[in-house]
């Protein structure tokens, strides 16, 4: 295997990556290259900060690895490789009446990076989180190979779901599938007035699907202020899909300055009607909407962006609130702020989700950005909840191992899983996530 010197970025563009990569096609060859050197596996780099970097070091590159091993239609139970991406699961398999039973915000995330950051979905509050859903996987580790699952090295697969890949190369997985009505979603959107109007339609709300816009630059009586998307799968004919387009460059400062960012969050609060609407998506539109806009991460310019992602349990909603003051009077926000209900679904000891609220703010990356989300990190620790590290780029261990009460679960089982720390990455040195203390 031939390895090429390659610069990467996280999403956020704000931490870069230099080292040597491989790229391999087959399972034979990723087992070569595990037992020659092991080292990390990255995905599409999708993860907002230094999650999937190893800056200095050599990574393996899954995205070829991106094959379906095996289908049951009657059970919906699939098997791929690490480097398949959700997106393209829904396109194949919708049309059958299956789906992935959580899937991001973006299509690209592949199955290997689901698992290692045990993301959410738009459903959360009703099916939990992605590990949840893994039947078993394979792990690699130098010349170990071995299939684990919930039951089966029951620690080392909560290590390893939400776990970064600190316990070795997820190769491959088999997955439970979900039934669906079609690939085309019913979608219903309304104006959701402020804060607690916004809480209310949560926890009231029956959906299968749900995520709501916030215009995080709105005060007074108007704070929370935005529009709730509940959504359903059905089945009929296909709207025509829009055109991607694409950022060709990187966008110059005052394209999200704070008249141009309050302007739009106005626009698009204003697009739905007073009386709602419900309307025909395609299943990747409702799904993965910034995915249709190629690059989209050069809209924040060249100096890159951070997200602000944390959930605070149900009952410190206020804190959450609290939070969302401090952004609007900061003027930092950009218009990409989500908030969703989750419940209480988690697969793995590092997983980010608890049953509470989650918010998620984009900050273009400059001046007084960083205090800004600290403060916004110390309100959270505060509040019970945790940083979504998928996300993270800034907070600190001493932030951090407080948040996750099985930290220390993690570390004893990454120490046996990797005792030389050789899947060790950016985010793991930053944090210090392999020392318990």
């Not at 010197?5 to 870069?16: K, P, S």
């Not at 609290?322 to 000891?349: D, Q």
């Not at 993690?410 to 985010?427: Q, S």
Request: hydrophobic share 40%; glycine share 12%.
């Amino acid at each position: 295997m031939r390895w090429k010197t390659a610069d990467y970025a996280g999403w956020g563009r704000v931490h870069t990556a230099n080292g040597e990569m491989a790229r391999p096609e087959r399972a034979s060859a990723l087992e070569a290259i595990l037992k020659e050197e092991p080292c990390p596996a990255i995905g599409m780099c999708r993860s907002y900060g230094d999650t999937s970097l190893n800056d200095g070091g050599r990574a393996i590159d899954m995205t070829r690895m991106n094959r379906v091993l095996g289908f049951d239609e009657t059970t919906g139970i699939l098997e791929v490789e690490g480097g398949c991406q959700i997106g393209e699961l829904a396109r194949i398999f919708a049309p059958r009446g299956w789906l992935p039973a959580v899937m991001p915000g973006t299509g690209f995330a592949t199955v290997a990076g689901c698992i290692a950051n045990d993301v959410h979905g738009k459903n959360h509050h009703g099916i939990g989180s992605f590990g949840q859903h893994v039947i078993s996987m394979t792990l690699l580790n130098g010349d170990k190979k071995q299939v684990i699952s919930p039951k089966r090295n029951a620690g080392l697969f909560k290590a390893t779901v939400g776990g970064l890949g600190q316990t070795g190369v997820i190769a491959s997985a088999k997955l439970q599938m979900i039934p669906c009505k079609g690939d085309v979603m019913m979608v219903t959107e309304r104006r959701i007035e402020g804060w607690d109007e916004f809480l209310d339609a949560f926890d009231t709300s029956k959906a299968t699907y749900s995520v709501g816009w916030i215009d995080a630059t709105a005060k007074g009586a108007a704070l929370g202020r935005g529009i709730l998307e509940e959504g359903e799968t059905g089945a009929g004919l296909i709207p025509k899909p829009k055109k991607s387009k694409s950022v060709p460059f990187n966008a110059p400062a005052f394209a999200l300055s704070k008249p141009i960012v309050r302007l739009f969050n106005k626009m698009y609060y204003g697009r739905v009607p007073k009386s709602g609407r419900t309307s025909v998506k395609p299943i990747s539109e409702f799904f993965f909407p910034l995915d249709a806009i190629h690059n989209w991460n050069r809209l924040y310019g060249k100096r890159g962006f951070h997200q602000f992602q944390c959930v605070v349990p149900l009952d410190q909603a206020d804190a959450l609130r609290e939070m969302l003051v401090k952004i609007a009077n900061s003027g930092m926000a950009s218009p990409l702020a989500v908030l969703k209900r989750m419940g209480a679904g988690r697969a793995g000891y590092m997983s980010f989700p608890m049953e509470g609220y989650t918010l998620a703010v984009d900050f273009p990356n400059r001046a007084g950005a960083e205090a800004l989300i600290h403060m916004l990190e110390e309100m959270t620790l505060h509040a019970g909840g945790r940083l979504y590290l998928a996300k993270d780029a800034l907070a600190t261990g001493r932030r951090v191992k407080p948040m996750y009460n099985e930290h220390a679960k993690f570390v004893a089982e990454v120490a046996k899983a990797d005792p030389k720390g050789h899947f060790t990455t950016d985010i793991i040195r930053r944090l210090d996530l392999r020392s318990e203390t």
